[in-house]
């Protein structure tokens, strides 16, 4: 209130009757002066101190010292406890909006000198950098707002957090410390950020860990964030990686196999860049490596129950303690099977009896074996099956030189081509046998070491060389059919199983061109045997009529 209003008011205070019109009329101009200057001296728009004269339920009535008092609505005072509350006496600040409405009465308004106040309060704050607190009371198209003492304020989404986040609607309904960094009072926009005092806090935290931070360190920390590689660990407001390969000295496929976003966990510090500001960790650091200990604890031979944890093309890794794995390869799965995948014999997370094979420390390697849990039944086989002995089987696969037949369940034997037919004209096993028929053979051989089984077929008959000698002499003429020609010579058949050469040398006296020439496939020929090699079974005929020495079986 201007001084001279409120020297008007102390004369008023003291006598009512003062400023009546007859009281101004007898003054005189002096007075009549001062008490025009009065009223013109309050302009509309100022803010002025007026006292409080009368409260009522719908407005309390304030005389500011004008020829009329006003009437502020009791919506636009606030006060919310008895100390707070007002009383007819009282001194406020108000805004003047009008001097003069149409029943005569001036035009005031709390409100508005205490949005006044808190824009300069906003403002000030803005210019200091200072720290505010309001509510977060909704969600708008880029971010949120939040009310700082009834003024709302933009909160961009990239202002809310460190790290952007599209559960912008989580921070409803909380109190947030926030700083303007734009501030705009004609266009009534106000710009927040709770991001730079978080920024602050965790440069502040930084410093006084990296004061602190020691390699060899135990210390605790938050799990921010997991990738492929490892997990970011906030340390107090500066991160460090634990890397996947020292999260546990077992295998990790992966990082969240042992960690969890906003877990607390105890990690050593393993090394410190602090030009780089890079930070590594360790979790299995805390504890020793099995790996030191290990000959002791798993010798050669000795045997253990694990869990298979992982299986590949080529075997199956079982777990024999933590950070203890060892590789059960496909070949030492079973003694007989062919196993293509180790899925045939075992699963993930089945326990299973292995035998150590060997430690190899250096490399944090061992090998595993199941089937050396059982006895090794190749070294009694001959014993159940003894060379000779008949036994029936089952064609499991064909090859170039031979057939696999099995005797039993795991158990297969070799039947080369060779020991097909006495006859040399078996070109390809599928000429003697099918995959899938059932063939009675012979056990030729069991090489132990090799793990291999020979079998006969040819054997159930008698072999036709024997007696060969007496049967063809040097020199004797014999009869034969031509089977094969080639550019050699001509194969003949003396009798079933027995073939001989007749060279293209011993075809005729001028050795022709062509052996077709002379001899034909079916044709039946009269020739006498001019080599015999029991050796080589192999025996040497000419058609000539003096067949010399140089003739070739």
């Known amino acids: 209130m201007p001084v001279v209003n409120r020297f008007l008011s102390k004369f008023v205070e003291d006598d009512p009757e003062l400023v009546s019109e007859e009281t101004i ?17 309050i302009q509309e728009g100022e803010v002025v101190i007026g006292r409080v004269v009368n409260i009522e339920k719908d407005g309390v009535t304030v005389d500011i010292g004008y020829k009329s008092e006003g009437i502020i609505p009791m919506s636009e005072f606030q006060e919310k406890t008895p100390e707070m509350m007002l009383r007819p006496g009282d001194e406020v600040e108000v805004y003047l909006e009008r001097t003069e409405d149409a029943d005569g009465r001036v035009v005031l ?39 700082i003492n009834g003024v709302d304020c933009f909160l961009p989404a990239s202002q809310v957090a460190l790290r952007p986040t599209s559960d912008l609607d989580q921070f409803i309904g909380q109190k947030a410390q926030i700083r303007i960094i734009k501030f705009n009072r004609g266009r009534g926009n106000v710009v927040a950020s709770r991001r730079v005092l978080l920024e602050e806090d965790r440069e502040r935290r930084r410093q006084e860990t990296l004061l602190t931070l020691e390699a060899g360190q135990i210390r605790q920390g938050v799990v921010k964030n997991i990738v492929q590689y490892g997990a970011f660990i906030d340390l107090g407001g500066i991160d460090g990686l634990l890397h996947i390969t020292d999260m ?28 780089n500001g890079k930070i590594s960790l360790g979790l299995k650091q805390k504890s020793p490596d099995p790996w030191m200990e290990i000959d002791g604890k798993y010798p050669n031979g000795s045997q253990h129950r694990g869990k298979v944890v992982n299986l590949t093309e080529y075997g199956a890794f079982v777990k024999l303690e933590e950070g203890v794995e060892g590789l059960v390869h496909v070949s030492e799965m079973s003694w007989f099977k062919r196993i293509k995948h180790p899925s045939a014999m075992v699963s993930i997370g089945q326990e299973v009896e292995i035998i150590i094979l060997n ?64 006859a040399s004209s ?61 550019n050699f010579g001509a194969f003949v058949e003396l009798e079933t199983g027995i073939e001989g050469l ?5 075809l005729a006296d001028n050795p022709p061109s062509k052996v077709e020439d002379v001899v034909k496939v079916g044709d039946e020929v009269s020739a006498k045997v001019i080599k015999l090699s029991l050796e080589d079974r192999k025996i040497g005929l000419s058609l000539r009529e003096r067949p010399d020495d140089g003739g070739q079986a």
């Open 359 to 422: 430690v190899d420390r250096a490399n944090k390697k061992i090998s595993l074996g199941m089937k050396q849990v059982e006895p090794d039944p190749w070294q009694t086989l001959d014993q159940k099956l003894p060379i000779g002995a008949k036994v029936n089987g089952t064609v499991k696969g064909l090859t170039d030189y031979g057939a696999f037949i099995e005797l039993e369940e795991g158990i297969e034997g070799l039947l080369h081509i060779s020991d097909m037919s006495w």
């Open 109 to 147: 308004s709390k409100q508005k000198v205490d949005k006044q106040k808190i824009w300069s309060r906003l403002y000030k704050a803005f210019e200091t950098k200072e720290t505010l607190e309001g509510d977060i009371t909704r969600r708008i198209k880029g971010g949120l707002v939040i009310d």
């Open 25 to 41: 009329e007898e003054g005189g101009e002096d007075f009549r002066t001062i008490y025009t200057e009065t009223l013109r001296n």
């Open 502 to 506: 007749i060279h293209v040398s011993q």
């Open 248 to 275: 546990a000295w077992g295998r990790v496929s992966h990082p969240s196999e042992v960690v969890q976003i906003g877990q607390t966990i105890e990690v050593k510090v393993l090394s410190i860049d602090k030009d």
């Open 426 to 486: 078996v070109k390809h096993p599928s000429e003697v046998c099918k995959k899938g028929q059932a063939l009675e053979v012979m056990i030729l051989n069991i090489d132990k070491e090799k793990r291999k089984i020979s079998l006969g077929l040819k054997q159930f008959q008698p072999d036709p060389w024997d007696g060969i000698s007496e049967r063809y002499q040097i020199g004797k003429q014999v009869q034969c059919k031509v089977l094969r020609l080639t």
